[in-house]
């Protein structure tokens, strides 16, 4: 069977255009702003006090910013609040000494989108040019040790606003800030160290100072741009859906916000860079970033931690400089709307980059983005353990912020010694590394030394050599220690893995134990992006020489479509330690993004999830392989129960080539399979039986036949037969009315649900039935049969789920000549035949033995068909796929 209809590579409907983009961000930055106002702000006027921390300038100075921006957006009301008549309201509000550096430039900018001094009352001239002026940060550049290296940038852009605001020629400091921030962007790799004194800070503020210095392109001349094109291409693929830059100080949701700017300036500057695929990051990017703003409050100070000096004193404010950048965007993609995005599925294709930051060859990063794993490893030197030598990956790998380094061997020492100036700080390879050396999928890091976080002056002298590599899904590491004095560690070493609220992982070491700590709701034991809810951690004995390997491994993601369905309980509950199972939902607009975080789809039935039309059928499947998302279809039928048609065939052929693996629940239901459709030459095949469903039977232990004949109305006899499951075609139940009705015995009586295709004689003796049957029912029911016919047609059938049905709840099973039958039940039924006079004889003849046999025969049958067994081989086909695809 084939068919001409093809997965298209890429859903066509996930692409955007720059404009559309812009569009976007100003109508969810509008909707955040009202829902500021509704629950923070009413009448856009901010609180004097915000969970017990005063509401400062800072903060009043963003909101105007952020007003100020959305008229030049288009937008002039929030909430019914005239926003032209807010601003000169705020700024009466203002201390203008209180006002420096950030926000100075902000009021600047924020009066002259308004069109100058002349645009406010003539009292509120002073008050804004005082607040513009940002004296100590001017002050403070002549100290670079004491000042960041992009203030440089913030007091160029005061200065010009000033000295627009005033009219006034040009500041006589302008053109040495300029020189000075010029330089900035002249470095061959285009990164820009931004640590102060010996840190050396590759971090979140190279392309932040990039963006700060926009409004200055036009003075700073080529080097800006050719510098950005560079650290763009660097990003493209060094970015992860937590940010572009993972790993310092400000990131988490400023680093999401900065990956949406520098989308929208590589599109609207036209830069050097792949301008498609970062506007599918930054539209992929805000989808994840609307989330953190509950209330249109940021939430990423709520099980999660800030940087220290982003602190909950400053949420509000934090809340509207990313609105602020949010805008930005908006205004440089407006630039150039026409750009057409990549599909969505390109924002974080599979990569491997490795980056020197400068000619020193010790500052650099290794990143590695597959569709199981993905991380940067820097080896920078900064101040915290932000800055520490260990892989990062939101929702994965994630180091609590400023807190205990992680996926470091460590030392902690027992206590602090003030006399011989020692503290109790963590121990961790000092400094930078003495070498860095990349190969495919594994980088090897020397370090020379351990020393407190920010700190290069080794306190333990020794040596650390560390190989990190990629094994399929999995990150391996092997670590070589040397310690000069083994026996004069001041504490513990130990190495400390945490696992992220979103992503659980399975952590091995092959000479230590093991240890699983619950951190759940510590403070101290959160990420950028949340909670770290368990750590893992070994301790490793000291001596002169240490070696050992540790290996993370994510746990398997799987979506089924059929989740919470008895046969997906029976089959995932086992697995429950191993395997993140969940709903694939529906193929709906969020599917791409709900798959990015799957690693397989297990499919059960088609029809159920992505329908009997084929091209829909195409337009799911082309989602899935633009996700790289694994496909394992567990293939229960031949064809829908119902929608017995060509198109539902051509869904199921669709399927068919697509599947990675496909699992059949026996040899003659894989080889009616494999004559049926022609699968894809990838797709691997394998016999996998069917459990019982004897734990549901468990549920109605309790309950006898008398209990469920009263309940039914059903009136005791000698011999109680029964056809489960709802009338299908494959099964002949005319056959076993006719042969009810011909049997002499007037002992017997049958309960059947039929369909309007069986003629139903008039016989007392069979109670035909209609409709659903409540589950529950169902269960019950099977207390009351002797036995249960399973009329079935020797084709068309890959399996029937009755027959675990009768395994699970001991009923004996009189059954068809069906070789499916012989594969299954090993003999263990009480076979009849294929004929009304078969089946009629069979009945006849049946005796108490008979069905004796058969009950004890099935019960000794079910460790064949254990759920355990079955999950344990259903999880191997799972990996297996799911490495097909890392």
């Not at 957006?73 to 601003?87: E, F, H, P, T, W």
């Not at 980056?355 to 597959?370: G, H, K, N």
């Not at 195409?618 to 279809?633: D, F, H, P, R, S």
Request: with cysteine; glycine share 8%; proline share 7%.
């Amino acid at each position: 069977m084939s068919m001409d209809l093809r997965f298209p590579e890429h859903p066509l409907a996930e692409a955007t255009t720059a404009g559309a983009l812009a569009d976007r961000l100003v109508a969810a930055t509008t909707q955040k702003m009202t829902e500021f106002e509704q629950s923070t702000a009413p009448g856009l006027e901010l609180p004097g006090l915000y969970a017990g921390h005063a509401v400062l300038d800072d903060t009043t100075a963003d909101l105007m910013y952020v007003l100020g921006l959305l008229i030049e957006c288009g937008v002039d009301k929030v909430a019914g609040c005239d926003l032209q008549s807010r601003i000169p309201t705020l700024i009466a509000s203002l201390n203008p000494a209180a006002i420096e550096g950030f926000y100075s430039y902000r009021v600047g900018e924020t009066v002259l989108r308004l069109g100058g001094l002349d645009a406010l009352p003539a009292e509120l001239h002073d008050t804004v040019l005082d607040a513009v002026q940002s004296k100590e940060i001017i002050a403070r550049l002549n100290d670079t040790d004491a000042i960041p290296p992009n203030f440089a940038v913030v007091a160029t852009r005061c200065l010009r606003a000033l000295a627009r605001l005033r009219g006034d020629d040009e500041p006589a400091e302008l053109p040495g800030l300029l020189d000075r921030v010029r330089s900035m962007f002249t470095s061959p790799t285009g990164w820009l160290n931004d640590g102060m004194g010996a840190w050396v800070h590759y971090d979140i503020y190279t392309p932040d100072m990039y963006l700060f210095a926009e409004p200055l392109v036009d003075e700073l001349g080529p080097e800006w741009a050719s510098g950005l094109s560079k650290v763009l291409v660097d990003l493209d693929e060094v970015a992860l859906p937590g940010g572009s830059i993972v790993w310092g100080r400000s990131i988490g949701a400023l680093g999401m916000a900065i990956t949406i700017e520098l989308a929208a300036i590589a599109t609207g500057r036209d830069l050097n860079a792949p301008q498609d695929r970062w506007l599918a990051r930054a539209d992929t990017t805000l989808d994840d970033l609307l989330e953190w703003f509950p209330s249109g409050v940021i939430a990423a100070h709520q099980n999660r931690a800030t940087m220290f000096y982003r602190g909950p004193a400053r949420r509000l404010q934090m809340t509207l400089d990313i609105y602020g950048k949010l805008l930005l965007s908006a205004l440089e993609l407006r630039r150039r709307p026409e750009v057409v995005s990549a599909p969505s599925t390109d924002a974080f294709l599979p990569a491997e980059r490795f980056i020197r930051f400068d000619d020193s060859e010790q500052a650099t990063v290794w990143s590695y983005r597959s569709k199981a794993l993905s991380f940067a490893l820097p080896t920078v030197f900064g101040f915290s353990a932000d800055y520490a030598p260990s892989p990062r990956g939101p929702g994965l790998l994630e180091q609590p912020t400023s807190g205990h380094p992680v996926m470091l061997p460590v030392i902690t020492p027992r206590a602090r010694d003030e006399a011989a100036g020692t503290s109790d700080a963590p121990l961790m390879p000092a400094g930078l590394p003495i070498s860095v050396e990349h190969t495919p999928g594994a980088v090897t890091i020397e370090h020379s030394g351990w020393a407190p976080a920010g700190s290069s002056d080794a306190v333990i002298t020794g040596a650390r050599t560390a190989t990190y590599r990629v094994e399929g899904r999995s990150l391996v590491v092997s670590e070589q220690l040397r310690f000069d004095d083994p026996d004069g560690l001041p504490g513990p070493l130990t190495l400390s893995i945490a696992e992220s609220a979103s992503q659980p992982i399975d952590v091995e070491m092959d000479t230590s134990r093991i240890q699983a700590i619950d951190t759940t709701g510590l403070a101290e034991w959160r990420s950028f992006w949340g909670e770290l809810p368990r750590v893992y951690q070994a301790e490793i004995q000291p001596a002169e020489s240490a070696d050992y390997t540790w290996k993370v491994t994510p746990r398997l993601r799987v979506a089924s479509t059929i989740h919470g369905h008895p046969y997906d309980r029976s089959l995932y509950d086992p697995l429950a330690d191993r395997v993140v199972a969940t709903g694939a939902g529906i193929p709906d607009d969020k599917l791409v993004r709900r798959l990015r975080d799957v690693d397989v789809l297990h499919m059960a039935w088609p029809e159920w999830w992505s329908g009997v039309n084929p091209e829909r059928t195409a337009e799911v499947l082309g989602q899935l392989k633009a996700t790289n998302t694994a496909i394992v279809w567990t293939q229960h039928n031949l064809l829908p129960h119902y929608f017995k048609t060509d198109e539902a065939a051509a869904s199921y052929q669709l399927w068919a080539e697509a599947a990675d693996a496909v699992i059949h629940h026996s040899e003659v239901g894989r080889e009616i399979a494999l004559a049926t459709y022609d699968y894809g030459d990838h797709t691997n095949h394998h016999v996998i039986p069917h459990g019982h469903w004897g734990r549901e039977y468990e549920t109605v232990a309790n309950i006898n036949r008398e209990f469920v004949e009263l309940g039914e109305g059903w009136a005791p006899c000698g011999l109680r037969m029964a056809v489960i499951g709802s009338p299908r075609v494959e099964k002949d139940l005319q056959l076993v009315v006719d042969a009810v009705a011909a049997c002499a015995r007037d002992d017997i009586q049958l309960v059947i649900r039929v369909d309007l295709s069986v003629a139903v004689p008039d016989d007392p003796r069979i109670i035909a039935e209609f409709g659903q049957l409540d589950f529950n029912q169902y269960l019950r029911r099977m207390k009351a049969f002797d036995a249960v016919i399973l009329p079935f047609a020797p084709s068309g059938m890959l399996t029937t789920g009755t027959a675990f049905d009768c395994i699970g709840a001991g009923v004996p099973a009189v059954t068809s000549n069906w070789d499916f039958f012989d594969e299954t039940f090993a003999g263990a039924d009480i076979r009849y035949g294929d004929t009304v006079e078969d089946l009629t004889r069979c009945l006849d003849n049946l005796s108490p033995e008979d069905l004796d046999r058969s009950r004890q025969a099935l019960i000794d049958l079910r460790p064949t068909f254990e759920w355990g067994p079955i999950a344990e081989q259903t999880l191997a086909v799972l990996e297996a796929a799911a490495l097909s695809k890392a």
